[in-house]
């Protein structure tokens, strides 16, 4: 929950105003990974799997998806 001074410095800072120009420039949602678009695949993966692949993308500063797309692409080559 946040704080009352943290909600008054939101209010300020929108009474101020806001750059429209740059909050048009930042765009919305994920940045995009390229030029084509991406597809969303199911998997299934049992407990241990999932727990192996926590530990490695832990280890590395990854998300799962990252993760995986790296091991995707060493099994690839």
């Known amino acids: 929950m946040a704080s009352d001074e943290q909600i008054q410095g939101?209010?300020?800072e929108a009474e101020a105003g806001y750059d429209v120009e740059e909050l048009k420039r930042r765009g919305?949602?994920?940045p995009g990974?390229?030029?084509?678009p991406?597809?969303?695949v199911a998997v299934r993966l049992t407990a241990e799997e999932i727990a192996a692949l926590d530990a490695v993308a832990g280890r590395e500063h990854l998300s799962r998806s990252e993760?995986?797309?790296r091991a995707l692409?060493?099994?690839?080559?």
């Open 10 to 12: 939101w209010a300020a």
């Open 28 to 30: 919305r949602g994920r």
């Open 33 to 36: 990974r390229g030029a084509e």
């Open 38 to 40: 991406m597809q969303v």
């Open 67 to 69: 993760a995986i797309r």
């Open 73 to 77: 692409a060493d099994f690839a080559a």
